[in-house]
């Protein structure tokens, strides 16, 4: 069974601008969730998604946000990009909604804003 | 929000046990315990996941304090495969809160 995949895998944007970056869950998966990786903050939960839902939100200004296809395919969209942004985006899946589920994590797209 | 505490990094010998610590003195009734390892350049993997009682599985062992204070992930027999960052987690409702981690350095 293919793992979680992220697209692009390595990304530059400049200030301002704004990404898009996509995830595809493992195959019969529902649940997508989005984190953000940096050095300073380490990993911190952005949003997740169920059955084209948000569930829950993470503490992040509205410049970020997501959505989920029928396909339960996910993509996260950064609007108006700051230095700060510059993280490795990391994208889990599970079967069902749900903090307690296992939660399989693909390798994350770097992005890098100059 | 739900917090943990973790050493920054540990040493251990190869094939010997290894004992990661983390504290959650805040954590609440239905917070369940994660652990998740990262190796360079991947995404994090699962390792294991308890609510009240210790859970063995064929990567690890949990051993959950009585009071769920604090949770002790057990490496039987440290590899060098098991060199990663150790991130300890409380999941409250939907959404997870990871540590800082434990950067783990297995001597051969």
């Known amino acids: 069974k293919a793992g979680v995949t992220q697209t692009p895998r390595y990304l530059i944007k400049t200030r301002g601008q704004q990404v898009t970056l996509s995830c595809s869950p493992i195959?019969?998966?529902?649940?997508v969730s989005w984190y953000q990786q940096t050095p300073g903050q380490g990993l911190q939960f952005l949003f997740e998604?169920?059955?084209?839902?948000?569930?829950n939100k993470g503490n992040f200004p509205g410049r970020f946000s997501g959505r989920q296809f029928s396909n339960s395919r996910s993509e996260m969209n950064v609007s108006t990009l700051e230095l700060g942004d510059s993280a490795l985006y990391l994208c889990?899946?599970?079967?069902?909604?749900?903090?307690?589920?296992?939660?399989?994590f693909g390798p994350g797209t770097r992005l890098t804003v100059l | 929000d739900a917090k943990t505490t973790q050493p920054n990094s540990m040493e251990s010998n190869e094939e010997e046990p290894v004992h990661l610590p983390c504290n959650h003195s805040?954590?609440?009734?239905?917070?369940?315990i994660h652990w998740y390892r990262q190796l360079p350049s991947q995404g994090p993997e699962y390792v294991i996941h308890?609510?009240?009682s210790n859970v063995n599985n064929r990567m690890a062992s949990l051993a959950i304090a009585e009071d769920r204070k604090s949770s002790t992930l057990i490496l039987h027999r440290a590899t060098l495969r098991d060199a990663a960052v150790y991130y300890c987690?409380?999941?409250?409702?939907?959404?997870?809160?990871f540590g800082t981690g434990t950067s783990l350095t297995v001597i051969p």
């Open positions: 195959s019969g998966h529902r649940s």
């Open positions: 308890g609510l009240t």
């Open positions: 805040t954590i609440s009734g239905t917070d369940y």
């Open positions: 998604y169920f059955s084209e839902t948000q569930r």
């Open positions: 889990a899946s599970s079967f069902y909604e749900g903090s307690y589920n296992e939660q399989f």
């Open positions: 987690i409380l999941s409250t409702g939907n959404q997870f809160y």
